[in-house]
C-alpha cells in the first residue's frame, strides 16, 4: 500500500558505499528525529571502531554483521516525522546481491531517493536501481549527488552526472526527476543547506521529501480481491455470505452493479459491514466486508470489480520480471504465481529479451534469467488471473514467482497488458 | 471533517489539511493494512494463533482481529508465554479481556518447564525473559500452530526494523535475517516446509504513537500500571526498577517513591517504569510526543546486556 497525503513512503538506493545509510543517519539527526538513548549506542559503537566522529551510518545498519562489514545486508524500516509529514523509510543495500532487497523496499513506496557517489560518477548499480524503479512505478526519482565534499563542491563534477542520469532516464517512466548536490557526512543540503553550494538554488533534500505530492492512487476503477468468506452468515433471514477483502483501487457503494470474476456472474452491492458499522460507501485502501442481493458462489482468489468496469481475464500474461534467486529461472519447469490473493501454477511460454541495464538494449535469444536479471517474458497459468497493466494498477498488476521445491519467493513480476513488444 | 462524516465518504478526502501532529487519518490506513495482513495469514495458514500479554500493542491486535473477522469468531485461539513473573494487573487484565471477547485464551508457563526440567537457570533470580522462548517453542510444537501473529513493532527496536511482516522461522524457529524471503507489495508466501512456522506482525508499520493514538481512537481499555501511579522504586544504570518481591533493592540502593507509568509491560525482573504524570491516554500521547528516549531505552534491562541483545534472542526463536 502506498502513502497517503500526510505520510511519503519512500527508499533510498544506489552504490554499495554511496553512502545511503549515512544520508538516513544524517536526515535523522539534524531532523531532530534520534532518541537520546539511540545516539549514545552510536556514539559508543563509533568509539569502538575507533572513528573520531559519530558514525551516522551505525543508526541504521543494525544487524551484527552488518557493523562487522560496514554495510547494509537488508531492508531496514525507519519511521520519522517532521514538522510537515511522516515518513516511512526502507533503507536498502547497494551489494549486487541484495539487490532484490531494493526490489522489496521499491515495490511500496513513492519516491526513490538514488545515491551516487560525486567522485566515481554513474555506477552500474545506479543506473539498475533506476531501472528497477522504473519499472516498479515509482513516479518520482531523485538522484543524490554525495560527498559532494570529496570532490571540493564541484558544480560541474554535479552537473556532468545530472546531465549523464538525465540521458539515461531519457527512456524510463518517471513523472518527475530531480536532482540535489549532497554531503551527508558534512550535512549538507540534507536538512541544513551548508555554506558550501552556494550555486544550489533547488531545495534541500527534507524540503523536497516534505513538499512532493504524495502518489495519487492512478487507478479509479473498482477492484475488491476476495480474501475470505465469513462464516456467519447476514441479514434477518441470516441467509446472505459475507465477502472479506481490501477494496485495492476506486471506491464501491450500496446499490452498485457489480461483477465476479473469474465468472462474470452480476449482483448488486447489498451491503459494506465494518466493525464500526454499515457504510453507504467506502473506498481504498479500506477493508470492509462486502454483502451482495445474489447469492452467487464466490471464493478466495475471485475479483469483484463494476460491471462496467472489469479488469482482464487470461491465462496468457505478458510481464517484466526481476529475478530473485541465486538458482536461475529453469523455463521448463513450473513455478508457482502469487496474485492478489489467487495463487496458480504458470509455465514459462517464451522469453522475449533481457535488458542491459546500462544500455538498456533488449538482448534477444536468451533462455533463462540469472540472479539479478530484468527482462520481459510471457506465462501461461492453469486458471486465469484477473488482472490490470502494472501502470495502471499495482495491485491486481503485480505478482510473485515462488518455487515449489524450496519455497522460496525467486521472482517479482509487473503485468503489461499492451501487446509484448510495448 | 467529523468522524462520522469521514466513515461516510471513506478515505479520499482525508488529511489534505492538517499538519497537527496528533491528526490521525492515517490511523486509517495502517488500521486497514494490518486487518489485511490478518486475514492473508488466516487464509494461507493452516493453524495459527495470536500472541495476547495484556500489553498495549496485543491489545491493539484483538481490536485489529475483531475488525478483521466480526461477526465470526477468531480464527485463531490468544496464546500466552506466561513467565509467572507478570505484573498481577496485567494477568487480571488478560484473563478479562479475552473473556469478555469470548476467545479462548491459552497460557503456557515458564515455571512449567523449570519444574520438567527443560528449562534450566543459571541462578534463581535470573530473569525469566530469555527462556520464554523454549516455552514458546514447546507449544508451538504441542499445538502444531504454524503461525503466531505478534504485536512486534519495527520502530521498537533495530534487529526488528530489519524483519518482515510475514518472518519465516525454521524447523528449530530460529531467524536467519541474512536469508529473508523478499516481501513484495502486499503479496506474502505463505509456503512452509513440516515443523518450519512464521512469525505474523500486522503492525510492523506502525510507532508507539500510532499504538497510544488508536487506543485512544478506539477507546481501548488498558492495564491501570500503564497510568500515573506511586510505586517504590531504585535508581539503576538510568533506569527507575520497581521494588518488588521478586526485584529487591540492592545493599547501599535507596528506595524511593516516585508518581510512574510504564511504557512497556513484560516480565517484572526485566522492565521499568518512566517517571511520568500521566494520567490519561491523552496525557500519555502528549508525553510520547516530546519523550527524548526510546520506548525500550527507557524500560528494558534485557536490551542492555548488549548491542545486538534483541537480534540474538530473536535468531534463538524469541518474539
Known sequence: MTSTVDTLRFTTAGSVDDGKSTLIGRLLYDS?????????????????????????????????????????????????????RRFIIADTPGHEQYTRNMVTGASTADLTVILVDAAKGLQTQSRRHAIIASLLGIPHVVLAVNKMDAVGYSQSVFEDIRSEFTHFCRDLAFAELDFIPVSALEGDMVVERGD???????????????????????????????????????????????????????????????AVLPSGLTARVKDIVTLDGSLATASAPKSVTLLLDTQLDISRGDLIAHADELPTVSNQITANLAWMSAQPLDASRRYLIKHTTQTVRAAIEGIDYRLDVNTLARETGVTTFKLNDIGRLRLKTLKPLITDGYRANRATGSFILIDEVTNQTVAAGMISNEAAHG | MNAVLKQQVGYESFGTTSNDALANDHLDWLESEAIHIMREVVAETKNPALLFSGGKDSIVMLRLAEKAFRPDRFPFPLLHIDTEHNFPEVIEFRDRRAAELGEKLIVRSVQDGIDSGRIVLRRPDESRNVHQTVTLLDAIKEFEF?????????????????????????????????????????????????GEHFRAFPISNWTELDVWQYIAREKLAVPSIYFAHQREVVERRGLLVPVTSLTPPRTGEAVITRNVRFRTVGDITCTCPVASDAATVDAILAETLVTRITERGATRMDDQTSDASMELRKKEGYF
Do not use: C
Open chain 1, 32 to 84: 531532530k528525529s534520534i532518541f537520546e538513548d539511540q545516539l549514545a549506542s552510536v556514539e559508543s559503537a563509533s568509539n569502538k571502531r575507533g572513528g573520531n566522529r559519530v558514525d551516522l551510518s551505525l543508526l541504521t545498519d543494525g544487524l551484527t554483521a552488518e557493523r562487522e562489514q560496514g554495510i547494509t545486508i537488508d531492508v531496514a524500516y525507519r519511521y520519522f516525522t517532521s514538522a510537515k
Open chain 1, 196 to 258: 558550501k553550494l552556494g550555486w544550489y538554488a533547488g531545495p534541500t533534500l527534507l524540503e523536497l521529501l516534505e513538499t512532493t505530492r504524495a502518489a495519487e492512487a492512478s487507478a479509479r476503477e473498482f477492484r475488491f480481491p476476495v480474501q475470505r468468506v465469513a462464516q456467519t452468515r447476514f441479514g434477518n433471514a441470516l441467509d446472505t455470505r459475507g465477502y472479506m477483502g481490501r477494496i485495492e483501487s476506486g471506491r464501491v457503494s450500496v446499490g452498485d452493479s457489480i
Open chain 2, 146 to 194: 504454524d503461525a503466531l501473529f505478534g504485536g512486534a513493532r519495527r520502530d521498537e527496536e533495530k534487529a526488528r526494523a530489519k524483519e518482515r511482516i510475514l518472518s519465516h522461522r525454521d524447523e528449530f524457529g530460529q531467524w536467519d535475517p541474512k536469508n529473508q524471503r523478499p516481501e513484495l507489495w502486499d503479496l506474502f508466501n505463505a509456503r512452509l516446509n513440516p
